[in-house]
């Protein structure tokens, strides 16, 4: 795909011709994320572990898939010279793309520290005695907030 974009520009093709194959690599992320979306409500940390993927591909993951403002960049390297419309038109979704991630990588972030913090309160209840219902409560309290999680991941 990215190859067939790289020669359409390098063509001087029509704006509408490109837009054939943007939609095109549109409608396969889309669908890439819907079968994640799938993935993520039967196996989140399936997801998160990422472990099918080679080491390359892993240097851009990013919980549990890539990191669109980097895919972003890429293309735009890729397909240089643009014009100052088009090179705007790959910028202004790569700003917002990335400034999505932050505020998912922090809230993931809160949340998992939350998790630790749960998890390692009193673990062996206040009296040090390993009350099996404190524990109860706090794996309950702790699978409610990777249920949390869970939701944040997908959304």
Same mark, same amino acid.
């Not at 409608?27 to 889309?30: E, F, G, L, P, R």
């Given at each position: 795909?990215?190859?067939?974009m790289?020669?359409s520009?390098?063509s001087?093709?029509g704006?509408?011709e490109l837009w054939?194959?943007?939609?095109?690599v549109m409608?396969?992320?889309?669908e890439?994320f819907?079968?994640?979306?799938?993935?993520a409500?039967?196996?989140?940390?399936h997801?998160?572990?990422?472990?099918?993927?080679?080491p390359?591909?892993?240097?851009?993951m990013?919980?549990?898939?890539?990191?669109s403002?980097e895919?972003l960049?890429?293309?735009g390297?890729?397909?240089?010279?643009l014009k !100052?419309q088009?090179l705007? %038109?790959?910028?202004?979704? @790569? +700003? *917002?793309?990335?400034?999505?991630e !932050?505020?998912?990588?922090? %809230?993931v972030?809160?949340? @998992? +520290? *939350?998790?630790v913090d749960?998890?390692?309160s009193?673990f062996? %209840?206040h009296?040090?005695?390993?009350?099996?219902?404190?524990?109860?409560?706090?794996m309950?309290?702790a699978?409610?907030?990777l249920a949390?999680?869970?939701?944040f991941?997908i959304?």
């Open positions: 795909m990215i190859n067939d790289r020669s520009v390098n001087h093709v704006d509408n054939v194959l943007v939609d095109g409608s396969h992320y889309d890439i819907r079968l994640k979306g799938i993935g409500k039967s196996d989140v940390f997801l998160l572990l990422g472990m099918w993927k080679t390359a591909e892993r240097c851009f990013w919980l549990g898939g890539f990191c403002s895919l960049n890429i293309l390297n890729q397909l240089e010279p !100052d088009q705007m %038109g790959i910028c202004n979704p @790569q +700003q *917002s793309s990335q400034q999505a !932050d505020a998912l990588s922090q %809230g972030e809160a949340l @998992q +520290q *939350s998790l749960t998890l390692s009193n062996l %209840g009296t040090g005695s390993g009350n099996v219902a404190d524990y109860m409560e706090q309950a309290i699978m409610g907030k949390t999680l869970e939701n991941l959304r």
